[in-house]
């Protein structure tokens, strides 16, 4: 990591991370009225290149969640893409990293009713393995409920819906687990604390619908589509009920920070036989390839950091 300070983009001007600064009023300090994004980006060493992963897919997801708190940033999703890959230029980052998209509520008084006042940001920092999973991590169901679409958008990336994924690993992690798993208002299993949850039952890979109160991951989308064009499985959105967690062969969860993260205990019994499965394995490996660009099939996905200004400064 370089020793100078990081830079972020702050209300339409790249400054130094200790100049962006908020006011103690803020209405979305006070009522979690923001709007955030998670991205990574990963460094190969062996051609000092960085790739963002489904920058703009994960820029337009913002955008349409920003629609919901009726906050409307100006840039496309591809400005948008183009200035984070700018940032981590200018920050120098020659290590794996992770951008967070910021939108939120403004005014600086007291009331909860809206004004129009809305603020921007984009934060890069160097950002490694965040959930260590290799052999398999513990998860246990956690008492606290999925917020509801019709209080608390959990598709939304809603900043005060994070109190719900708050409560839920510190529940999780006091009961010695690695990772919670939050049941939806139905009883039906919705996801992790911050990650979707797949099962897989009689060779079929298993994930609950966006019905269901999760947030529409893209690395669910990602594992999806490996599943489907690489491992020819079945894929199938449904509800799975808390039993079923029980007798499943397989389960993992997926997301931006944790990647494709093996369990192998669910409340303290053995997902399987105890030992991280075949297709999780094979899922987790494809993952990795594809975002580290060494799957041609997929290289849409990643936005190349340094190799375009090399390109243009070589002409
Ligand atoms: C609550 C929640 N669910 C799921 C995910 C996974 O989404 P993605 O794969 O887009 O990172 C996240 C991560 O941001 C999350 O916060």
Redesign the pocket.
Known sequence: MPDQEIVVYFNGKIIPLSEAKVSILTHALHYGTGVF??IRAYWREEDEEMFLVRAED?YL?WKANCRILQIEPEMSAHELAELTAELIRLNHFRTDAYARPLAYMNSARIGVKPDGRHAFAIMVVPFGVYLPSENGIHAGVVSWRRVEDAALP?RG?ICS??VN?VLATAEAHSHGYDEGIILNEDGHVA??????IFIVRHGKLITPPPSDN?????????VMTLARREMHLDVVERSIDRSELYVADEAFF?????EVAPITRIDHRPVGTGQVGFITSHLRELYSQAVHGRIADYESWLKPVYQPVLESLRR
Do not use: M, P, Q, W
């Open positions: 994004e998670g994960h997801r959990a990336k819906a994070y994924s996801e992790g604390s911050t990650c979707n999760i947030l529409e991951g893209i690395t669910r989308d990602c997926t997301g931006t920070a944790v």
